[in-house]
């Protein structure tokens, strides 16, 4: 039987793998809820705790190390990926069983678990059909995840994240060594999210998902790959990318990157729009970049010497 922590004040909450997304969602929890954070990495601990939450060490990957938080937090946001190697995904089963029956848990999932669309455009009723090792791994967590959700009387939202960018998760280093990308002919449309949007989603997740419920944490953008790379490329006065067929530039890229040119999906957002009442801070990938390269000229001149007058 899982120990019960004694409960007092706000609710506790467990993130786990709080990275950039995570700090990024500490400020809007912190009022809500008591927050504690997971890291199997003891430097970090000053890095969150600063941040508002209270550090814990263990390992998602040793079910041993997890033991004493057994019963911590009745509320949970899931952002660590799989291994990567395997098929099942151990970390999230390692994580249900310390955590309290009638729990309530975000998971952080991925688009990739559709596979290749075709392009076509779709909501949260189509199947699942993924078609690389990411995704399979993907979709074992979430079966997990619902079998653990009816099992526990918990509720659950997954949520299915697409390319997460920011103004420091572009492609300009990608843009300005010239990599390649796919010719028109041969071009993928590719789903987008600004962080900041993410974390906020996460949070209305949080207190407004319905029980077992599926949503696409997508914004309203429609780009193809290349349009996305020439949008950054054009807004940051960086070359465009060249164009290959894909052929060609199978050649030039690794198979991971190369996976990723290979799915196209257009996928909708409705769900999140009409049941969490989400409003995009960024609701296009064009003003998210926008955004990023004004707070880039904002910083340099923060940072530059002024020069005084004689």
């Known amino acids: 039987m899982k120990k019960q922590f004694k409960k007092w004040g706000r609710p506790r909450l467990l993130i786990v793998g709080c990275g950039d997304v995570g700090l990024r969602l500490l400020p809007l929890l912190r009022a809500s809820f008591r927050v504690y954070a997971l890291t199997s990495q003891p430097a970090r601990c000053a890095e969150l705790r600063a941040a508002g939450a209270i550090p814990l060490v263990a390992n998602l990957d040793n079910a041993a190390s997890l033991a004493r938080l057994s ?34 848990l975000v998971y952080i999932s991925t688009t990739g678990v559709y596979g290749d669309c075709g392009g076509a455009s779709f909501d949260e009723t189509r199947p699942v059909k993924p078609q690389n090792a990411r995704a399979i791994r993907r979709v074992a967590a979430e079966e997990h995840l619902r079998r653990w959700a009816r099992q526990s009387h918990s509720r659950l939202a997954i949520l299915r994240v697409p390319g997460i960018y920011a103004a420091d998760r572009l492609p300009i280093e990608r843009l300005q060594k010239g990599t390649p990308a796919l010719a028109d002919a041969d071009d993928v449309y590719t789903n987008h999210i600004h962080a900041d949007d993410l974390a906020q989603l996460i949070k209305l997740a949080l207190f407004r998902a319905l029980p077992q419920r599926v949503y696409n944490a997508v914004d309203d953008s429609d780009l193809t790959m290349a349009a996305y790379f020439d949008l950054v490329a054009d807004t940051f006065a960086l070359p465009r990318p060249p164009r290959l067929p894909r052929n060609e530039l199978a050649q030039q890229v690794s198979p991971m990157l190369l996976s990723f040119m290979s799915e196209s999906r257009r996928i909708q957002n409705r769900r999140i729009t009409s049941e969490l009442g989400m409003r995009f801070q960024y609701p296009t990938v064009a003003e998210g970049v926008a955004a990023a390269v004004a707070a880039t000229v904002a910083a340099t001149f923060a940072t530059t010497p002024t020069t005084k007058s004689p």
Request: hydrophobic share 30%.
């Open 71 to 104: 019963g911590l937090a009745s509320y949970c946001v899931h952002l660590a990926p799989p291994r990567s190697e395997g098929v099942k995904d151990q970390r999230t089963q390692n994580l249900t069983a310390i955590l309290p029956d009638k729990s309530r």
